[in-house]
């Protein structure tokens, strides 16, 4: 064979070997699909990529989100760094803690039981101590060694010791709300509570992290529960919101609680509903978890992040858990509420923007006819779905997906003006701030269309956004202010705390 044959037979095997090898795996797993028992080891098909950046290889955090024994006699804290000596006072704490009882494990983040967490700094020593909360879902799942009671994202299966007609039967029972209050510390007439979002709350003792007692919302007022951050005058009144459920649909009801008792066990006593409002679908209120308070009114935000209410009624029945009916409904805008707090009053404006979402206002105030509304908004409603234990555990590429696919929170602000009535002008800018360059226009219909201004510079996005903000609120809540910290979410959970100036949008990250 002439020279020049060989090597192009030589470079056309080559080529052929390498286009074998090349294709070899996918070779042998097309083969692997026809031998039984194989095809449960193949690699599962790549998804469609959905991801908006590819961020980097994340630490796993898979140890902060498993249970852990609680620790009732307080013990040293290690201190990095320095505390001052005249911050003296218990920081008070409320989370999951445990989340498997038995074989049955739960799947959410936030179904994990009530753990109450206490550091006590005293002139720059610090101690910490525990305790579960002692719920009666947490008292239940303990003695049965199974999960009995269904939390947001786990449906508690029917008892197996019961006949299977009867573990039918049950599938047709209502869904029970859960006493878990894990979310927040709250306070009422000076006392201190547990709460999550439902009918129920447990009173608790600060200093001893005891559980006292157990109270139900719908005892005192027609709700159905209160959110987990109300809001507080100085002389210790506190304004919430509630939803109820009655035969023409669901409300929005504000709730005002007076500051004192008038007998030494007082709960909720004297608690009033101030104001009801009529959800735009009353099938579908929208999902809150705070809401707005200025000197004089309250500001509520009706999100398109939806309660479907005929599928959480019948999620039992379908063997599917509470949060499989919140929708993320971004064909309809978000719409702001303003009530008159002392009168009761809702004003007739109407206010909406494009659809977000937001869990935490940051603050509110008033000026000049105005209600600054400054709040923590992401624009895409469906990252409470991404929140399941299953993903939190996750580490390398699956982790960093997880990461991805989570929208991000920023600082916003929103200028709402309120005298605004048919002789305003159609089409033009309403904001008379000159420090904010959010845009508020009243359209042809009567509605003001609400353009947030942004808290935040450019290159915000590098810290992975802002959630959980606090401000000065003994002094500045329903006040011009100008800080407020927040968590940066550089991972699934906070990685570092910001302070932000809302004046200058500069910030500081640590
Ligand atoms: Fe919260």
Request: with cysteine; glycine share 8%.
């Amino acid at each position: 064979m002439p020279p020049a044959r060989r090597n192009m037979l030589a470079k056309i095997l080559l080529s052929a070997a390498s286009l074998l090898l090349a294709h070899l795996q996918h070779f042998l797993l097309a083969l692997m699909q026809f031998i039984p028992g194989f095809k449960n080891y193949l690699p599962s098909p790549p998804k469609e990529q959905t991801l908006c950046h590819r961020p980097r290889g994340l630490q796993c955090i898979s140890p902060l989100v498993q249970s852990v024994e609680e620790t009732p006699e307080p013990i040293p804290a290690k201190i990095k760094g320095h505390i001052p000596k005249w911050i003296n006072g218990n920081l008070l704490r409320n989370g999951p803690g445990k989340f498997e009882f038995g074989n049955d494990k739960f799947n959410h983040w936030f179904d994990g039981m009530a753990l109450l967490h206490q550091f006590q700094l005293t002139h720059g020593t610090v101690t910490y101590r525990s305790r579960f909360l002692q719920s009666s879902s947490y008292l239940a799942n303990s003695q049965h060694n199974r999960i009995v009671a269904s939390e947001f994202g786990t449906l508690a299966m029917p008892d197996p010791c019961k006949s299977i007609f009867g573990r039918f039967l049950s599938r047709f029972e209502p869904p029970q709300p859960s006493d878990n209050a894990s979310v927040n510390y709250v306070l009422y007439k000076g006392d201190y509570y547990v709460s999550n979002e439902n009918i129920f709350m447990h009173k608790v003792d600060p200093e001893t992290l005891e559980t006292k007692e157990k109270v139900d919302w719908s005892k005192f007022i027609a709700v159905n529960g209160a959110t987990a951050h109300p809001h507080y005058e100085s002389d210790g009144t506190t304004y919430n919101m509630g939803n109820s459920y009655g035969k023409h649909g669901s409300s929005y009801n504000i709730i005002r609680v007076p500051p004192q008792g008038s007998s030494p066990g007082d709960t909720l006593e004297g608690a009033q509903v101030l104001c009801s409002i009529p959800p735009r679908d009353r099938a579908k209120p929208s999902y809150y978890h705070s809401f707005g308070m200025t000197e004089n009114y309250i500001i509520f935000i009706e999100q398109p992040l939806r309660l479907n209410l005929l599928k959480i009624i019948t999620s039992k029945l379908c063997g599917k858990a509470i949060f499989d009916g919140i929708n993320w409904e971004p064909q309809h805008n978000t719409y702001f509420h303003v009530v008159n707090k002392h009168t009761g009053e809702a004003l007739p404006g109407q206010w909406c923007s494009k659809p977000f979402v937001t869990f935490h206002q940051i603050n509110a105030f008033e000026e000049r006819g105005c209600v600054v509304l400054d709040l923590c908004c992401q624009d895409d409603g469906t990252s409470l779905a991404l929140y399941t234990l299953q993903n939190l555990r996750r580490s390398g590429e699956g982790l960093d997906q997880v990461y991805a696919a989570i929208p991000r929170a920023f600082p916003r602000r929103f200028v709402l003006p309120l005298d605004v009535d048919s002789d305003t002008p159609v089409g033009k800018n309403l904001n008379p701030l000159p420090h904010s360059l959010a845009r508020a226009v009243k359209e042809a219909d009567g509605k003001v269309w609400c353009t947030h201004e942004n808290l935040h510079p450019e290159g915000f996005e590098k810290v992975g956004g802002l959630e959980f903000p606090q401000i000065n609120y003994s002094h500045y809540n329903g006040r011009r202010y100008r800080y407020f910290y927040g968590c940066g979410f550089g991972h699934l959970v906070g990685d570092s705390l910001i302070k932000v100036d809302v004046e200058t949008k500069d910030f500081k990250v640590s």
